[in-house]
């Protein structure tokens, strides 16, 4: 069993975001990462896709979802599942920092619109 903490994960920035990493395989996980993604800035989301389905559990504020030409709201409570292979964003949409849970299978990798794949260091 490994407890990890949040106050003393390792803190990653990205695309006006900030990823605190929880589980992974570095910290003991063998099957899936886990890390809290927050979102302060008000800019647009940076689309991309994932080889594998990605979990976001909304912990508070409200982001507006862009899949395709589908937009979908995303708030506290709600859960959304984004298929492998899915090109989507996230943007915050209220004054509220957005903060949610994201669950990623390990070993999973995400593709830019420039079609350059790496592995988030959060997910390591």
């Given at each position: ?33 886990a ?49 492998a ?28 619109e ?5 592995t ?5």
């Amino acid at each position: 069993m490994n407890l990890i903490d949040a106050s003393s994960a390792k803190v990653f920035s990205m695309h006006e975001a900030t990823f605190t990493g929880l589980a992974s395989p570095s910290r003991g996980s063998t099957e899936n990462s886990a890390w809290i993604v927050e979102l302060s800035a008000n800019k647009p989301g940076v689309a991309h896709q994932l080889t594998r389905e990605e979990i976001f559990i909304c912990l508070s504020g409200t982001a507006k979802v862009s899949m395709g030409d589908n937009h979908h709201t995303l708030s506290a409570g709600a859960c959304l599942i984004v298929p492998a292979h899915t090109r989507f964003s996230i943007s915050k949409t209220s004054d509220e920092n957005f903060r949610a849970v994201a669950i990623l299978p390990v070993g999973a990798e995400a593709v830019l619109e420039d079609g350059k794949t790496f592995t988030p260091p959060w997910a390591l």
